[in-house]
């Protein structure tokens, strides 16, 4: 509750006027102490009255790409039977604030404002509450009041078309690892034969050696499993304008296409940041559903991410991505920054048969076979998706 400036007078004059009455005992000013004393605690009590409003909440859409337009739609009720609510209220949107007419709302009734929510910067766009400020007729107290919980507006990073797909490897039964084309059936394992096994895929030397006839398992191991790892360091993306570090969007950009693309072409993907956020989880997410076992999706995960200020986390990430081996196709998004980084990055050459490397924002291109990666510079999103649709050697 918050006391206006005309009631603090009020109050300073109630006190004042009573302590001069009782003082030199005039009864006039006693008496005018005492009703503007009584004007303040009548205002309380105005203001203290909690109205019985209902607040309903509808985003079209609640997820949307950056730089489409998204809405809000906010219905208040006054859901009270005794009388009108005389009531200021706004809503929060992001950073700004918008006005709702509540004003003298009749029991029974409601009232519909219609908003456009900003969608020109990737993040979260928080939407409400409703904050509700109750006041007395004479203006001496205001008492301000949260309705209704806040609302996410995730904007995702741009997506940029992408038609190419990374070959996937196929292994032979020496234990070579060979890049094949999508779609083709390779050798997985060996299996004990059963009846109605067909006798073509019988792996005769296998069964001579074994006493017992031994089957060939074909699967489509040549789908590309991709792992997506976006370099969320501050150190590298330090080029700011206005507070926002281009090169980031731009990776995030990218790492939304892939994922999309990867998504559409029926592609196990998995996102990884180098540097884990406290507001979104650190495991890897899959793309086929916006939402897993309640942890956020991709495009979600993109839109809430943020720049970290932890300077080792690459080594970290690398060495989990040796030991677990996630998939076959790593592609390592960063800033001009983390070219000091892509040593660690080319260590992983071995337990990745294709690794692709996306540096943004860079004022000159990384030179040629660095840490003997292929490597695509690029200003922006747009640009990746035209350089990443020309590799040719995956």
Do not use: K
């Amino acid at each position: 509750m918050g006391i206006t400036a005309r009631g603090v007078g009020l109050l300073v004059a109630a006190v004042v006027l009573l302590g001069v009455g009782f003082r030199f005992a005039y009864p006039e000013l006693t008496l005018l102490g005492a009703a503007a004393g009584a004007a303040v605690g009548y205002a309380a009590l105005v203001a203290a009255w909690r109205p019985r409003l209902t607040v309903t909440r509808r985003a079209d859409p609640d997820r949307v790409a950056r730089g489409e337009p998204a809405s809000m739609t906010l219905t208040v009720r006054n859901t009270g039977r005794l009388r009108s609510a005389n009531l200021l209220a706004e809503d929060r949107c992001g950073q700004r604030t918008v006005p709702v007419p509540v004003l003298r709302l009749r029991p029974g009734r409601d009232t519909e404002v219609r908003y456009d929510v900003p969608t020109d910067r990737r993040g979260v766009v928080p939407v409400g509450p409703l904050r509700v400020t109750r006041r007395d007729p004479l203006g001496l107290v205001a008492l301000a009041r949260p309705y209704g919980a806040a609302v996410p507006v995730w904007v995702h990073p741009r997506i940029h078309p992408l038609t190419a797909v990374p070959r996937g490897s196929g292994r032979s039964l020496d234990g070579r690892v060979d890049g094949v084309p999508h779609g083709s059936i390779t050798f997985d394992s060996l299996r004990e034969y059963v009846v109605g096994d067909e006798l073509r895929r019988v792996h005769w030397r296998t069964s001579a050696r074994v006493g017992e006839l031994m089957v060939r398992e074909n699967v489509d191991t040549s789908l590309p499993r991709l792992v997506v790892l976006l370099d969320n360091r501050v150190a590298a993306h330090p080029q700011r304008v206005g507070g926002v570090a281009e090169s980031f969007e731009s990776a995030c950009e990218a790492a939304a296409s892939i994922v999309t693309a990867a998504h559409r072409a029926d592609l196990p993907v998995l996102l990884l940041l180098v540097a884990a956020e406290p507001t979104t989880p650190a495991e890897p997410a899959q793309v086929t559903t916006p939402e897993v076992d309640g942890a956020l999706g991709p495009l979600d995960r993109l839109a809430a991410a943020d720049l970290s200020d932890d300077g080792d986390a690459v080594r970290a990430a690398t060495t989990r991505l040796r030991q677990d081996r996630l998939g076959d196709t790593l592609i390592f998004l960063t800033g001009p920054g983390g070219r000091a980084e892509l040593g660690h990055v080319g260590a992983l050459r071995g337990a990745y048969p294709s690794v692709l490397v996306g540096v943004f924002g860079a004022a000159e291109p990384t030179p040629p076979g660095t840490a003997g990666l292929v490597v695509v510079d690029a200003a922006d999103g747009a640009q990746f998706a035209a350089e990443w649709d020309g590799v040719r050697r995956w």
